[in-house]
């Protein structure tokens, strides 16, 4: 095993109102149907027929899977760098429009809210609103949480 680089994202690395963008990724039909026939088996997800019938009028990821690949932006865009500490929760998703296959997704997070711990003056928490673009520009998934991430160690 590798040893992890020194964090370099802490606690005070956010501000209230600052926008980051955190990379993207294409979603291909083989990991559509791969996830949904694993995770999410309804037929939308899972046969092209059956999703041009249905709401979607196509092939469309699981509303889990959109939030997987999120958090995976995520993870290589900020976290890997992060001395986080995990998250205590989600406040709201919503999955706006649907995910297709070939769509070029990325992941822009915006600061809310910055609150240092009172109990445990090491850490504090993090109110983020992330936000899944498609090329387009539209947004299909928006979601509130947080994350509580270690203050950076004194000099």
């Not at 249905?54 to 469309?60: A, K, V, Y």
């Not at 989600?90 to 809210?113: C, H, I, M, Q």
Request: overall charge neutral.
């Amino acid at each position: 095993m590798t040893a992890r680089p020194a964090p370099t994202v802490f606690f005070e690395s956010f501000t209230p109102g600052e926008v980051r963008e955190l990379g993207s990724l294409t979603v291909s039909r083989e990991e559509i149907v791969d996830f949904a026939r694993e995770f999410d088996p309804q037929p939308f997800h899972l046969d092209e027929a059956a999703a041009r019938r249905s709401l979607f009028g196509g092939l469309s990821a699981s509303g889990w899977h959109s939030l997987g690949l999120l958090m995976r932006l995520l993870v290589d865009g900020l976290l890997k760098d992060a001395d986080s500490m995990g998250s205590p929760g989600v406040d709201e998703v919503r999955w706006l429009k649907p995910v297709r296959p070939g769509d070029r997704l990325s992941l822009r997070l915006t600061t809310v809210a910055c609150v240092p711990s009172q109990s445990k003056p090491d850490r504090g928490v993090i109110h983020l609103v992330y936000e899944l673009y498609n090329q387009s520009g539209e947004a299909v998934v928006r979601m509130k949480g947080m994350n509580m991430l270690k203050r950076r160690p004194a000099a």
